[in-house]
């Protein structure tokens, strides 16, 4: 099957050859571990393009949860003893497995959820990305040597394995955040247990499928790469509580991770909490503008706002303001909104009517806050729009006290802020509850540099000179405050994937203790 199969809008796709190719049927089993089964009750998928019914899915049940941990249980006893640069090796052949299937994956993304198709395609690409950080990773799981106190001993750290890994991702990045956090576990040695989001469970079979064909044609327990779908408050609920699961990494609201890290914390479990964000970018006098404003309509109409590093409030410089408002207003006014997959796309629909009426919540406490609507805000009807769910990106005035400023509603809205002093942007900047993504835009060096100072952005990712939007697998992925503090991906993220173990060997004939205390027997 040949890339441009899967080209053209969702009426010119043949949906029975995409879905063939990545094993996807008109009824399927939501639990896979080695064996695929499904007990539960069965959830429709719809695509948010059009409405139509692309297939069914049967949730796990208590039966089916029971099965899949004790067989990742299994394979993880099995897996953590093959050397790591053979699992490295595993995970090679996984990416190579993605690459192969890249058109039909990034088609499905699309339709499944329903951003734009290069959108699409790059998510799959962070998938094949992370596996080649992977593979070179797993020749580079090192501890660090110490220096002993005492003579005649060497101390040293290492790192190990910690078990089963239970993953929780969210609809807006329906596979790439299972690779950001599979890819790693699996080279740090250990089983992977995923619970997508209900709301795309479609291209967690289809990358399950691909997972496991790997593990399985060279040897090694399909289990690794298990599976289960269903509710949050079932599956999800025995996954945080199931001491089985060492590490759960959750993507989702900051209201379900507060759920998440409370349990697991009572249990003394650990957690990868990568949660809400209200991303702000700040305009500064010396701004290049012609660089600022593509990257604030790609961070905040991307995806149709439905990223957690969407670019939601923008702080622009008194000097700056209305210029950067009448672009912005003229460049939301060219974007397209329809078919994902069609060419020319922009932006496509929301993921449901929930994600329509919220955004149309806010708006309402926009006006009730004082703030006023530029442009846009509008829900979009008629033949084209049929049975999908598309609005137009919103830009409104705002202050940075208003309720609505404060917090995150996972739709295109933007909130235009001004500002006087750097300083001023600064606090206004960080006078949110989540700490995502932030960036600048100046071409001061000492504004930059402030921005990126412990007086400056309290988020765990902050640019200069590009969008909140975009991040690469080579930096660990993450924020602060109600964010969650996780990271995933790349850097040192590994480490949250293992058990550190601080080791000292006695190679000589006494026996000193530490501190030079003494214990003398008689």
Not at 57 to 69: E, F, L, P, T
Not at 233 to 245: A, F, K, Q, S, V
Request: hydrophobic share 40%; aromatic share 8%; with cysteine.
């Amino acid at each position: 099957m040949t890339d441009n199969a899967f080209k053209g809008g969702i009426n010119e796709i043949d949906l029975a050859a995409l879905f063939s190719q990545l094993g996807i049927a008109a009824d399927n089993p939501g639990a896979f571990a080695g064996e695929w089964s499904g007990g539960g009750d069965r959830i429709d998928c719809h695509s948010p393009i059009d409405g139509r019914l692309l297939g069914r899915v049967a949730q796990a049940d208590k039966a089916d949860y029971d099965r899949v941990m004790a067989a990742a249980t299994a394979a993880f006893e099995q897996w953590r003893m093959v050397p790591a640069p053979r699992r490295g090796e595993i995970v090679r052949q996984i990416g190579e497995a993605l690459r192969q299937h890249k058109a039909a994956l990034g088609a499905l993304v699309t339709i499944e959820m329903g951003k734009i198709r290069a959108e699409g395609e790059g998510e799959v690409q962070e998938m094949i990305d992370i596996c080649d950080f992977a593979v070179g990773l797993s020749r580079q799981l090192y501890g660090l040597t110490m220096h002993s106190e005492r003579p005649g001993h060497r101390m040293y750290e290492q790192w190990h394995p910690r078990g089963v890994v239970g993953i929780i991702s969210a609809f807006n990045f329906p596979v790439a955040v299972w690779a950001w956090n599979s890819a790693l576990a699996w080279v740090c040695g250990n089983a992977c247990v995923w619970k997508p989001s209900e709301k795309a469970p479609l291209t967690a079979i289809a990358c399950t499928r691909i997972a496991a064909m790997v593990f399985e044609r060279n040897g090694y327990d399909p289990a690794l790469a298990s599976l289960l779908i269903g509710d949050g408050p079932g599956i999800g609920e025995l996954m945080t509580h199931d001491e089985r699961i060492p590490l759960i990494s959750a993507t989702g609201s900051t209201r379900m991770g507060k759920r998440v890290g409370a349990v697991v914390a009572a249990r003394l479990g650990h957690t990868i909490l990568e949660l809400g964000g209200n991303n702000a970018i700040i305009i500064s006098p010396s701004a290049d503008l012609d660089m600022a404003i593509p990257a604030i309509v790609f961070g905040s109409c991307g995806t149709a706002g439905q990223r957690c590093t969407s670019t939601r409030r923008v702080f622009i410089h008194d000097s700056q303001f209305e210029d950067v408002k009448n672009r912005l207003v003229n460049a939301y006014s060219q974007v397209r909104i329809g078919d994902p997959l069609a060419e020319g796309t922009l932006m496509g629909p929301l993921i449901d009517k929930d994600a329509i009426q919220n955004m149309m919540a806010s708006l309402r406490l926009l006006s009730e806050n004082g703030g006023t609507v530029l442009c846009g805000g509008d829900v979009l009807t008629g033949e084209q729009y049929s049975n999908g769910h598309y609005v137009t990106p919103c830009i409104a005035e705002a202050r940075n006290d208003m309720a609505v400023v404060q917090q995150e509603t996972f739709a295109p809205i933007l909130y235009l802020i001004r500002y006087s002093e750097l300083e001023q942007a600064f606090e206004w900047h960080n006078d949110v509850p989540q700490g995502l993504s932030s960036a600048i835009f100046t071409l001061n060096l000492r504004e930059a540099e402030q921005f990126l100072s412990h007086c400056g952005s309290d988020c765990g990712i902050a640019n200069v000179n590009i969008g909140t939007s975009g991040a690469e697998i080579g930096g660990a992925f993450g924020g602060e405050k109600e964010t969650g503090g996780g990271r995933e991906s790349g850097s040192d993220a590994w480490k949250a994937y293992m058990r550190r173990q601080t080791n000292t060997i006695n190679w000589s004939t006494d026996l000193p203790l530490a501190q030079g205390i003494s214990f003398e027997l008689g």
